[in-house]
């Protein structure tokens, strides 16, 4: 099951389990879609994956199975894209 982290690693934004603006890699490395998009370039910094849409939970399942309160951030920030 899928963590669903609550921020992004770069930035720290908030990133609730319904947000459409969480990213992804196959690792569950989570950022926002700014941060993907402008300073990461689609890829993740920690593994060289591909980052994309992070799927939501529908609500029903979300009560039982919760997203994680676990906040991974990187305070030194990430990388700017190559």
């Known amino acids: 099951m899928?963590?669903?982290r609550p921020n992004c690693e770069c930035c720290n934004r908030d990133l609730p389990a319904a947000s459409p603006d969480a990213r992804m890699c196959s690792f569950e490395c989570t950022f926002c879609s700014d941060c993907a998009s402008t300073r990461l370039?689609?890829?993740c910094p920690n593994c060289?994956?591909?980052l994309v849409a992070r799927p939501r939970?529908?609500?029903d399942k979300l009560a039982r199975?919760?997203?994680s309160?676990?906040?991974v951030?990187?305070?030194s920030g990430c990388?700017?894209?190559p």
């Open 79 to 81: 990388p700017p894209a």
């Open 57 to 59: 939970r529908p609500a």
């Open 2 to 4: 899928l963590q669903l």
């Open 65 to 67: 199975h919760p997203a």
């Open 48 to 50: 060289g994956g591909e």
């Open 73 to 75: 951030f990187k305070s």
């Open 41 to 43: 370039a689609g890829m």
């Open 69 to 71: 309160t676990e906040r």
